[in-house]
């Protein structure tokens, strides 16, 4: 019996050293070190490119095995801005790209207001507009407005230069930073239902959306631009797997698009998904 107990122990003991054996010999990173030929520089996660070892594990994140990152997938010598993602991890965060190119920028701006001097000849839709929105405000431009005590029409309007009225204050709120811009109604006067030719009211509540667009400019996707430090910032994809950061100096901020100045050219591929992540790993790389 003794004996039996002594071969039963020995026959584990092989057992499970062959195992170990087994599963090293038959990792990933054993067999893709083996076939690559290649130095193993450190082990990383494909959904947390931050999270990396110098022995393989598992992603304390998400729980998921790190993969090994080979010498020739590491940044180039001395670009140190530069960042380099394996296949693995490029695939898992799902970086997207989009070429910069010219196209119109659409901007719409919501703007609230007051109908005043409703008469029968004339009546003006009179609403705040911020600094910040100014470069898309023009003489000339035309603008829907609607009011709730007017349920089922729309009043058309014209920011006019013009006109019995200056189309704009000149001096800005200090509190808001927001001006009055003026539009006359064209199809005056504003008519409340049931009030026909008995009362034209003044200061009505009204609004709009005011939808702008600018002739062609270089445009960069808003989804592709990270507002960190002294200036907005883009990845851009030198080659697959390969990101370099690139300082903007942007104009008008569009709804979907931003106005490049500086910083870009036509052509150039932008990160426009997972670039959070990329830009997560430039700065603990860089140890910003």
């Known amino acids: 019996m003794k004996h039996k107990i002594i071969l039963f122990v020995l026959l584990a003991t092989v057992a499970g050293v062959g195992a170990v054996w087994l599963a090293q010999s038959h990792s990933p990173a054993s067999a ?105 405000i023009y003489t000339g431009q035309k603008l829907d407005v609607t009011l709730p005590a007017v349920p089922d029409k729309v009043y058309q309007a014209q920011i006019r230069q013009y006109s019995t009225e200056t189309f704009a204050d000149r001096t800005l709120d200090d509190m808001s930073d927001s001006t009055k811009i003026r539009a006359e109604i064209l199809n005056s006067p504003v008519v409340v239902p049931g009030f026909e030719d008995k009362a034209y009211f003044n200061n009505l509540h009204a609004e709009s959306h005011i939808v702008a667009t600018t002739p062609e400019v270089l445009a960069v996707p808003r989804s592709a631009v990270i507002s960190r430090g002294a200036s907005p910032l883009v990845y851009v994809e030198n080659s697959p797997g390969y990101y370099m950061p690139k300082a903007l100096k942007l104009g008008r901020i569009g709804d979907e698009y931003a106005e490049v100045l500086a910083g870009l050219d036509a052509g150039d591929k932008v990160v426009i998904n997972g670039n959070l992540l990329i830009d997560a790993e430039a700065q603990l790389t860089n140890g910003k």
């Open 32 to 136: 893709l070190g083996a076939v690559a030929g290649r130095k193993i520089l450190y082990y990383q996660s494909s959904m947390h490119p931050w999270i990396k070892s110098d022995k393989p594990g598992k992603c304390p994140i998400c729980g998921m095995n790190l993969v090994p990152v080979y010498e020739g997938d590491a940044k180039a010598a001395g670009d140190t801005n530069l960042v380099a993602l394996n296949a693995d991890s490029v695939s898992a965060i799902n970086v997207q790209t989009e070429s910069v190119q010219r196209r119109a920028i659409t901007y719409t701006i919501h703007v609230i207001g007051r109908i005043q001097k409703n008469s029968a000849t004339a009546a003006w839709f009179v609403f705040d507009i911020y600094e910040r929105d100014l470069p898309w």
